[in-house]
């Protein structure tokens, strides 16, 4: 279930992105590079969470599996991937050490909505200046409205980007709960199997044995 929330997540956020920088296309050049930017950002933190979490799955398969005495438990954690191997190590010889998280995924979720508006107040900017130009430039009514109604119509269209913008923080943030809940519940299950198949293959039990004999 929580694959199918994740999928579901980063596909919303991808449709949303892509609905509004469609709109763009044709009629504002600035706020489709914003959005191909945010595009760009919410792809490279699924990136990593699709990492991280094969990660997870890859710890929580070898933990069907595991060493029966010391001499095999150097092969067991070679075995692991590369980013928990000392973690699970530590854990082995009983001290607390905390299975790495994402590193930028938590950024990129603030920087996403930072971009949305960013190009919102570039749009605003480049409307307010095309209202100025409108109003110096003619002293008749009519006029004044239709040169009114492109940078209007603009100013409307740049707050799409806070939209986009919103849209992949909050699907973002979604897929990266939904990994680290699944990391959690592996994270459990190793603490199991240390307490239960692994404390005899710890380094303190391993002296308290030697001390005995």
Known sequence: MSRLFFFLAFVTGLAVTGWIGQRFIYSDLLAL????????????????????????????????????????LSGWLAGLPEQVQFAVQRRIDGHLAALP??????????????LGLLGTFAGMIVTLSGAASALDGSTELSAIRSALAAPIAGLSLAFGTSI???????????????????????????????????HH???????????KA
Do not use: C
């Not at 094969?54 to 933990?63: F, G, M, N, V, Y």
């Not at 293959?201 to 001390?211: I, N, V």
């Open 33 to 72: 590079s914003v959005t191909m930017i945010i595009a760009v950002v919410y792809t490279l933190g699924f990136v990593e969470l699709m990492g991280f979490r094969s990660t997870t799955r890859k710890l929580a398969d070898k933990l069907t599996t595991t060493p029966e005495n010391r001499e095999q």
């Open 101 to 114: 998280s994402p590193q930028f995924t938590p950024y990129l979720v603030g920087l996403l909505v930072m």
């Open 201 to 211: 293959l710890s380094a303190d039990h391993q002296r308290q044995q030697a001390f």
């Open 164 to 198: 986009a913008g919103v849209a992949a923080s909050a699907m973002l943030g979604l897929a990266s709960t939904l990994s680290r809940r699944e990391r959690l519940q592996v994270s459990r299950q190793l603490d199991n199997t240390l307490r239960q198949r692994l």
